[in-house]
């Protein structure tokens, strides 16, 4: 069962970008690499998702190195609403996909 | 796309009573759905994953006698927490995936639910 490993708070400044790292060591051949966010009282919501390389939306982009073994999330240039939990995660193709959540990035944006 | 629903958003009960939460995937065809848990400043647990039409798989500790998952359709799931105890309080979030993009869960937006 692959386990991320994540900061447990960063704190940024409006219009500054973020970069939330994630160590999946034992992350399989197959599995995807994905992002939520949280916020209180709600349930995750989807950020983006990744395999290798890197992947772009319209909100975030995931850097991934060759070896796979981590990740990079950055949110550019972040606003108040932005303040959440970000929780990575490795799908577990062995175990049918099951999501297993760490304990999360909290960040706090600051003006 | 990919909207899952649940309902009721809150809910109170007395102890001893049996409180049933709603999960729908409102524009596709959820294969699997799981149930997650999650107490205050706490991660998301997963309960128990359910396959359309089968019995749920639950997650080593949670009780399936207390916790009763119907998966009856392509579009719902149903969470029966049964003879609630305070203890029970607490935010319950189901998650859906369809066959077409198994490596992706979308997520209520939870339930909560509190026990006196």
């Known amino acids: 069962l692959a386990k991320t490993t994540q900061p447990i708070s960063m704190d940024s400044y409006e219009g500054q970008e973020v970069n939330i790292t994630c160590s999946h060591n034992?992350?399989?051949?197959?599995?995807?690499i994905t992002w939520y966010q949280q916020f209180p009282s709600q349930g995750p919501r989807f950020i983006i998702q990744?395999?290798?390389t890197k992947v772009t939306n319209e909100v975030a982009s995931l850097f991934i190195p060759a070896d796979r073994k981590s990740s990079t999330l950055s949110l550019p240039r972040v606003s108040l609403s932005d303040t959440a939990v970000y929780y990575c995660?490795?799908?577990?193709?062995?175990?049918?996909?099951?999501?297993?959540f760490g304990g999360g990035t909290r960040v706090l944006v600051k003006p | 796309g990919a909207v899952v629903s649940q309902h009721p958003s809150w809910v109170i009960c007395k102890s001893g009573t049996s409180v049933k939460i709603e999960c729908r995937s409102l524009?596709?065809?959820?294969?699997?759905m799981f149930w997650y848990r999650q107490f205050p400043k706490q991660s998301l647990m997963l309960m128990a994953t359910?396959?359309?039409?089968?019995?749920?798989?639950?997650e080593q500790g949670v009780e399936k006698d207390k916790f009763l998952i119907n998966h009856a359709s392509l579009t719902l799931s149903t969470l029966t927490v049964t003879s609630a105890h305070p203890e029970d309080s607490s935010f319950y979030i189901c998650?859906?995936?369809?066959?077409?993009?198994?490596?992706?869960?979308?997520f209520g937006p939870g339930t909560r639910l509190t026990v006196l």
């Open positions: 998650s859906a995936r369809w066959r077409g993009n198994t490596d992706t869960q979308y």
């Open positions: 034992n992350i399989a051949t197959n599995d995807y």
């Open positions: 990744g395999y290798k």
């Open positions: 995660l490795v799908g577990d193709q062995a175990a049918g996909n099951k999501l297993t």
């Open positions: 524009d596709f065809q959820a294969t699997t």
């Open positions: 359910s396959n359309e039409g089968s019995k749920a798989t639950y």
